[in-house]
């Protein structure tokens, strides 16, 4: 007998289906419209890394586009919730007019009526507090501390982050619609 008729073939993904939160090391992502000029955002994920904060557990999707570092952050506990990272820039407390004291200040009150303003827009204190992140193929994870801060009435927010040792930098991310993201199994 060829087969044993007690065992389940193993599940074949809809590969004409796949989620972004599909995606492995080897997969070619398509974000409709991301980009500055509104073209896609096309790039093959080198790299997963994972995030954890509390019980709250994540990941990241990366790889090149257009010689720069780009992210797809994915949540997926309750609902499938994607930010992507795509201009590849790390801004300075000195570029944002934010000193160490803010930081630390807006970290003890916990307060989401704090803000600041950058380039005329104000960035409301959403939440601060270490996580950790664990890349793929490595055993041992790094500790950080972030401050996150949402631009008022648009889906941008700014996440600053601290490692040990490292200097501080922000980063900007776009929650975006999950049904915009196309994903092609690798080989």
């Not at 955002?41 to 509390?54: H, K, N, P, Q």
């Not at 795509?86 to 407390?93: A, C, P, Q, S, Y």
């Not at 996440?159 to 080989?187: A, N, S």
Request: proline share 3%.
């Amino acid at each position: 007998m060829f087969f044993d008729r007690k065992t389940a073939p193993a599940a074949v993904p809809d590969l004409a289906n796949l989620k972004v939160s599909d995606a492995r090391v080897g997969d070619a992502l398509s974000v409709s419209g991301a980009a500055p000029d509104f073209s896609d955002i096309d790039f093959t994920v080198d790299r997963i890394d994972y995030y954890e904060a509390g019980s709250r557990r994540w990941w990241e999707v990366s790889g090149m586009w257009r010689d720069v570092r780009v992210f797809l952050e994915v949540h997926a506990e309750d609902t499938l919730e994607v930010s992507g990272n795509f201009d590849g820039r790390k801004i300075t407390l000195d570029e944002l007019s934010l000193s160490e004291d803010d930081l630390a200040e807006m970290d003890q009150r916990q307060n989401q009526s704090d803000f600041f303003d950058y380039n005329g827009k104000f960035w409301l204190y959403r939440f601060s507090r270490e996580m950790g992140v664990f890349s793929e193929g490595r055993s041992a994870g790094r500790g950080f501390y972030c401050w996150r801060f949402q631009e008022q009435d648009t889906k941008r927010y700014l996440e600053i982050r601290k490692f040990e040792g490292e200097p501080f930098y922000g980063t900007f991310w776009t929650l975006l619609d999950p049904g915009e993201i196309t994903v092609y199994r690798g080989t």
